[in-house]
């Protein structure tokens, strides 16, 4: 199966290549209705419905045409449905519109080349239980920094000049040289204030005397010195909270900081793991999760509450059982490479649901696992890359103008 | 769904159209706002539903009696509402997200919404128009303008010959 792209198709094409389970939805007989209740349409199949008769679509109120809309993808509203009618425009228009479709929509997984920046990024995500994989549709400026509820960062090629871009709409605007000027002791994150509804921008320094006077500062000498030194590394944003982890190998502490009230704490790790044991980090879209490695092919499993700061632990993924039919899929699907197949976790889809691991380095073969139903289940991402970094991304209607 | 204990409670729903229903009282509370009459003691006789006729009224109870009748499972809870709404077409649906509006039934509105987006998401502007039976209100020049801005997306879209 080829890499699917995610495309606009206007021409109602009954089959949409970026659909991993293609369904008949092009049919125009649905007015046949297999109810015992008399059907008014006198079971015509080619009738189209008279605009003018009992209800339509059109004639909802305006909430439940709200409601209706804020189950398309960002992207369908961006380049098609906003474009119906004027009232349409307007309702996907609004703050509150952009907000709640944000909130409602999935997190899925972006996908991004390790060994080659500027290679486009893709996305991974799991809409009324399919996989959808797909490719921004237009040329993203530099390299892929930092992502955040639908909003990326990067820099462009020669790395001086940071944009924010939000993929969904192709809309993007760099930002002004005093923030976005490079310093080998500074980075840029973003994060989603949601009860505020803003986006701000943090960035954290490693040398005091270098922070520019124009910024809100958060102070963190309250943190311990372990603490403080997590800040040097990539953080995960998750639903208005920036975490502050190490990776791989764990540290015994992550530090939070609430984007919303703009104060920074650490938390203990519920269990002392040592350094030696691997730990992951990963967003399910709500939540901070921590996998440890405890064999091979399981894993103890915690998931974080941001609000106050309290572990608590889940039942164990434990795949040891299934390692024989996990190993022969891997082995079997990859292009190239003998190396030994070790699974690595590196996200999750469809709220939390279902944990993503890649099939070993060099690969691409990345396996499904439902935590709830236990169903194991594969996608390949398709592109020459010897190695991919994954990432939680969400897409969102946010405008940039 | 038989009843273990006594005879089941049994309410009467009455559609705009004069359409009697007799439906299972544990059914029935699905639609909050039918459950707030029941507590409220005032499902004793027939209940008034101004705002859904019978045929509409007569797919929501279908769908009451079917998605109570499965236990908490939510898996399969998804699967009849995906069955029970595959072969609705678009009128029907309209009517049912109004219905489940006036009945307060969270879970039906959000499957219907989903199905209606479903639906949408595949097809064209005009498509959408046209069996949606919403009119274009754009002036020729915004439609225009609407086209110029939207072209990007069509631009740098990889051809997907090779799949």
């Known amino acids: 199966m080829g890499n699917s792209l995610r495309h606009y198709p206007n021409d109602g094409s009954p089959s949409d290549p970026w659909q991993i389970t293609p369904e008949k939805t092009d049919r125009r007989d649905e007015s046949i ?4 209740i008399a059907d008014t349409e006198e079971g015509n199949s080619e009738i189209y419905y008279d605009s003018g008769s009992s209800t339509n679509i059109a004639s909802l109120p305006d909430e439940m045409v709200f409601e209706i809309l804020l189950h398309l993808s960002a992207e369908h509203i961006y380049s098609e449905a906003r474009f119906v009618c004027q009232k349409w425009y307007d309702t996907t228009n609004t703050r509150n519109f952009i907000h709640e479709h944000l909130r409602r929509s999935t997190p899925g997984l972006v996908i991004k080349c390790g060994n080659d920046p500027m290679k486009q990024p893709i996305t991974v995500s799991m809409r009324r239980g399919r996989i959808e994989i797909s490719k921004f549709s237009y040329e993203l400026k530099g390299f892929y920094w930092y992502g955040c509820d639908g909003l990326f960062l990067h820099r462009d090629s020669s790395g001086s000049v940071l944009y924010i871009t939000n993929p969904a709409t192709n ?6 040289e005093s923030v976005s000027s490079t310093s080998p002791y500074s980075c840029s994150f973003l994060a989603y204030a949601s009860t505020s509804m803003a986006y701000k921008l943090v960035q954290t320094y490693n040398c005091p005397d270098k922070i520019p006077i124009s910024r809100r500062l958060v102070h963190t000498q309250h943190l311990s010195t372990a603490a403080r030194q997590l800040l040097k590394y990539i953080p995960l944003t998750i639903e208005g909270f920036i975490h502050w982890t190490k990776k791989p190998q764990g540290t015994d502490r992550v530090v939070t900081l609430n984007v919303e009230t703009e104060v920074i704490t650490e938390t203990r790790l519920p269990v002392d793991y040592g350094s030696e044991r691997l730990m992951y980090y990963l967003s399910t879209g709500a939540s901070l999760t921590l996998l440890v490695e405890c064999s091979e092919f399981s894993w103890g499993f915690w998931n974080l509450k941001s609000e106050t700061g309290e572990w608590a632990q889940l039942p164990d993924i434990d795949l040891e059982s299934r390692k024989g039919k996990l190993v022969n899929f891997v082995s079997e699907n990859r292009r190239r490479c003998s190396c030994p197949v070790n699974l690595r976790p590196v996200g999750w889809l469809n709220h939390g649901e279902v944990l993503v691991l890649h099939g070993s380095r060099f690969s691409g073969v990345c396996v499904l696992y439902n935590v709830r139903t236990q169903a194991i289940d594969f996608f ?4 020459e890359c010897i190695t991919h970094m994954f990432d939680s991304h969400r897409s969102s209607l946010v405008s940039l103008d | 769904m038989a009843a273990e204990t006594g005879t089941p409670t049994t309410l ?9 229903f007799s439906v299972a009282e544990s059914a029935a509370i699905l639609s909050v706002t039918i459950r707030n009459m029941v507590e409220d003691g005032c499902a004793g006789g027939v209940i008034p539903l101004d705002n859904v006729d019978g045929k509409t009224l007569a797919s929501v109870i279908t769908y009451m009696n079917g ?28 009517d049912m997200v109004l219905a489940a509006n006036y009945l307060n039934m969270s879970c039906l509105m959000d499957a219907v919404s989903a199905k209606i987006a479903q639906v949408m998401e595949k097809k064209s502007v005009g498509w959408v128009r046209r069996k949606f039976g919403i009119e274009n209100d754009y002036t020729p020049e915004e439609e225009a303008a609407v086209k110029e801005e939207h072209k990007w997306t069509f631009e740098g879209v990889e051809t997907d010959d090779d799949n």
């Open chain 1, 33 to 36: 209705v297999q109810t015992p």
């Open chain 1, 171 to 176: 809309r993007h605007f760099a930002l002004p």
């Open chain 1, 380 to 383: 390949m991402l398709d592109y």
């Open chain 2, 12 to 20: 009467t729903l009455k559609s705009n159209d004069d359409e009697l």
């Open chain 2, 67 to 94: 998605i109570s009748a499965i236990p908490a499972d939510e898996e399969k809870k998804k699967s009849y509402r995906d069955k029970f709404l595959s072969d609705k077409d678009f009128e029907t649906l309209a």
